[in-house]
C-alpha cells in the first residue's frame, strides 16, 4: 500500500511539474516605431531636423555662419535649398561626404534613418517650400 502511495505521489507531482519558456511566460513589450515619410514637408518635417541637427541647436549652419569658409546658414531657406539640390547635403548626412566636405551633422550623432529618409525624399521632390 505504502509503495501505491508512493507511485501515485511521485506521478502527481512530475505531472505537476514542465518546463515553460520565460520569453512565452514574460513576453517582451512591443514598440513599434514608425516614419511617416508619405507626405514630407519642409515646414512639418525638414525645418525640425535641420534646425535641431544642423542649425540652432547643431549650431555649425545658423545665422552667424560664414560663407568663406563653408558654415552656410541654414535658417535661411535659400541657402539651404541651395544645398539640398546638389548632391552634398545628401551625400554628407548619409556619412559618405565627397569633395573634402565632413560627414554631418558635425561632432553630433548620425541623423536616425527615419529623418534621413525625410530629408532624402524631400530633396529628390525639389526641396521644396513648402
Not at 43 to 48: C, E, G, L, R, T
Not at 71 to 86: K, R, S, V
Not at 91 to 106: E, F, Q, V
Amino acid at each position: 500500500m505504502k509503495k501505491l502511495l508512493l507511485i501515485s505521489l511521485s506521478a502527481m507531482l512530475l505531472a505537476s511539474c514542465y518546463n515553460d519558456k520565460y520569453d512565452k511566460l514574460y513576453p517582451a513589450p512591443t514598440t513599434t516605431v514608425t516614419c511617416d515619410t508619405a507626405a514630407v514637408k519642409y515646414s512639418k518635417d525638414i525645418a525640425p531636423i535641420i534646425n535641431n541637427s544642423c542649425a540652432i541647436a547643431g549650431g555649425c549652419h545658423n545665422a552667424a555662419g560664414d560663407a568663406t569658409t563653408g558654415n552656410l546658414d541654414f535658417t535661411i531657406f535659400a541657402t539651404l535649398h541651395g544645398q539640398a539640390t546638389g548632391d552634398l547635403m545628401l551625400n554628407d548626412i548619409n556619412g559618405t561626404p565627397s569633395r573634402g566636405h565632413n560627414a554631418m551633422p558635425l561632432n553630433l550623432p548620425k541623423l536616425s534613418a527615419c529623418d534621413i529618409a525625410k530629408l532624402t525624399i524631400w530633396v529628390n521632390a525639389g526641396a521644396l517650400n513648402n
